[in-house]
């Protein structure tokens, strides 16, 4: 059974940043497309930024293109999402997802197969 798990949120000032991490469990990691999603209260969740199994290609929302990478540390065993120049649209619940059949899949929340429980990120000014 696949586990995900989330770590790394909390309060930051706007124009700063903020590391997510995300960690698999029950899977080797480098075997799944991996993305972050987000949600605001009252509306529908979205895609962040994902990236293939191996790391090769990544694709991100425009709302944080040239803000945000998203990358693997295989030696941790890992997946992050660093953000960068925050604003307070940054506010949400961020969602760690896995498994859709391609990282391409970043707009379309039903094609990932697992999710993990989500960490909140609060922007501040």
């Known amino acids: 059974q696949v586990h995900v798990l989330e770590s790394g949120g909390g309060s930051v000032q706007a124009g700063g940043s903020l590391t997510l991490s995300c960690a698999v469990s029950g899977a080797d990691d480098d075997e799944l497309t991996m993305a972050w999603f987000r949600q605001r209260p009252g509306e529908e969740r979205r895609g962040v930024a994902s990236?293939?199994?191996?790391?090769?290609?990544?694709w991100y929302a425009d709302s944080v293109k040239g803000r945000a990478e998203i990358s693997r540390r295989r030696y941790e065993n890992k997946m992050v999402l660093t953000m960068t120049n925050l604003n307070k649209d940054a506010t949400a619940r961020y969602y760690c997802a896995a498994g859709a059949l391609w990282a391409q899949h970043l707009h379309d929340p039903s094609k990932w197969k697992f999710w993990g429980q989500g960490t909140q990120v609060i922007v501040s000014s």
């Open positions: 990236i293939t199994e191996v790391g090769g290609a990544k």
